[in-house]
């Protein structure tokens, strides 16, 4: 049986979500707390990894279990009693055997958040990047639209990267100015490591990866 649940966490004491030997990893909480609730070793499958310190509010999960459950309207508590105050679950489902989390996924939403101030806000310090003036929001626009399409991302993922293509697919990038917020709102068909921030540090006209907590996994596509 495949079980298919949305996972949010914060990814500021995590090593990101990837299981790492002796590292803590979402990955690894999330199957300590399945396994205890099912009494059986499992499993788990990520729509994709997230780096050291990037967030998420709608990751993909999936998993098989050997026993048979009717129902999936009693895990969300259930998993929830057994997992640390950063990270979550909820919307179970039921899926067909073919069903995989990473593989099935046809399209991801990542967003990264700024906040406009000269002081620091210890509200948002840990979930958006500080930026002292406000950018150029149509400058940023006209870049963002230079991504888009199908294109080889090469130079724009770190040289650490396990990836062997670097083909990908961006279907939108968006700037918003959301009071004294900006968000770049971007959607793919995958995204290679730290390509996102990359992308995102260029459109800001910074020209570096942008730091890891203004960045959260929002939501996946089937």
Known sequence: ?????????????????????????????????????????????????TDTGVHARGQVVSFRVTREISGTHQLCNAINAFLPLDVSVRDFEIRHDDFHAQ????????????????FRSALRDETHMQLYTAPDIDKMKEVAKKFIGTQNFKEYTTDK????????????????????????????SGFMKKMVRILCGVVLGIIKTLPAHGLVLDSVEY
């Open 103 to 118: 593989f099935s996924a046809k399209a991801k939403t990542y967003i990264y958040k700024c906040y406009i101030s000269k």
């Open 161 to 188: 990267t396990d990836s062997k293509d670097f083909i990908r697919t961006i279907y939108s990038f968006d700037i918003k100015q959301v009071g004294d917020e900006v968000h770049l709102i971007i959607k793919g």
């Open 1 to 49: 049986m495949v079980i298919k649940f949305i996972c949010e966490y914060n990814g500021k004491d995590f090593h990101g979500f990837q299981r790492q030997k002796d590292l803590r990893t979402v990955q690894k909480v999330l199957e300590e707390a399945l396994s205890k609730y099912f009494g059986e070793a499992i499993k788990i499958v990520a729509s994709g990894r």
